[in-house]
């Protein structure tokens, strides 16, 4: 029997694929669409204190084998995601992981002790990596010191998974992801968006409304594996790999490098079935390859390490 599972603090993902953040709604509004019961796990839109309607369109283009978004954390609030969403969540048989975006550390841990007591919300993935907003993101996420502050009051807060959503935004994305895993964070998602910009060489303007947005899909993958493995050699603790998956190919890939598990985004705008597919994907190739537990692929590419530029920085 092939084992598909895997495990943060405690909590058990069915497999190993999730959908991201900002590409599945708040879980709720896919049934027709998608068997999500056969997802490992559900990540919500990033979720703050008070509503917050984003920022003016346009606020997404598509880009060669990517999209820029700038979305601005658009959401409904904490209140009305408890009120309105997490009774419907509630049969799921796929794990809730709620994203939690801020501008300050205090609403981080607001948000958080809002969403605690809940049972359907597992865990938490924490934002500090949204390149689209003036306060909190990556003023956030760029800045080691407060990485470790923002991991260390939430972890004070909650048993729950901790997860760290790094942005790669940065020189060394392993030293973020030290910080987070020195103050308690249980597990890294790498990576969110890369800024990127585009510009209508017709009208002069820029494609979106921020001018900058965050750079997502297949045209990020090869960036993200490599931060991936970066982050793989520096700590201990899983490492969720994100960017550009459209296949259980891709997918096999973010494993080799070092991901414990995926999450699929962009493509989910493409199939919405995407993450069902690529974690069935999975299976078979764990199934032809004689692999009994699909944990065995993490981490197992073959490395020649004297030749990696990346073990000088670690
Ligand atoms: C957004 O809401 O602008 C995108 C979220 C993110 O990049 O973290």
């Known amino acids: ?120 919300v597992a865990g938490f993935e924490i934002n500090v990596s949204c390149p689209n907003v003036k306060e909190g993101g990556l003023s956030f996420g760029t800045d080691k010191v407060k990485v470790a502050l923002i991991t260390r009051e939430l972890r004070r807060r909650t048993k729950k998974p901790l997860i760290i959503k790094l942005t790669p935004n940065v020189t060394h994305i392993s030293e973020f992801a030290l910080a987070a895993e020195s103050e308690g964070a249980d597990a890294v998602s790498v990576i969110n968006t890369l800024i990127g910009m585009a510009i209508d060489i017709r009208t002069r303007k820029t494609r979106i409304s921020t001018i900058t947005g965050g750079l997502s899909g297949p045209a990020i993958k090869p960036i993200a594996i490599a931060k991936v493995y970066e982050v793989y050699r520096a700590v201990q603790i899983p490492i969720i790999g994100i960017g550009g998956i459209t296949s259980w190919e891709d997918a096999v890939e973010f494993l080799l490098a070092g991901a414990s598990a995926v999450q699929i985004g962009t493509y989910n705008f493409v199939d919405p079935s995407a993450g069902v597919k690529v974690a069935e994907g999975i299976k078979l190739f764990c199934e032809k390859q004689s692999i009994g537990n699909v944990g065995e692929l993490v981490g197992a590419m073959e490395a020649q390490r004297s030749l990696s530029v990346i073990e000088s920085w670690l």
């Open 1 to 120: 029997m092939m084992n598909e599972t895997f495990t943060i603090a405690g909590v058990t993902f069915r497999n190993r694929v999730l959908v991201a953040s900002g590409t599945f709604g708040y879980g709720d509004e896919v049934p027709e669409l998608v068997d999500a019961d056969k997802l490992g796990g559900i990540v919500t839109k990033s979720l703050s204190m008070k509503p917050r309607d984003g920022n003016p369109a346009p606020r997404i283009a598509e880009t060669a084998s990517g999209m820029l978004n700038s979305i601005g954390l658009a959401n409904i609030g904490v209140q009305k995601f408890i009120d309105e969403k997490i009774p419907k969540l509630s049969s799921f048989a796929s794990t809730v992981i709620a994203n939690i975006a801020a501008s300050s550390v205090e609403e981080y841990c607001a948000v958080l002790e809002a969403l605690d007591p809940f049972k359907v």
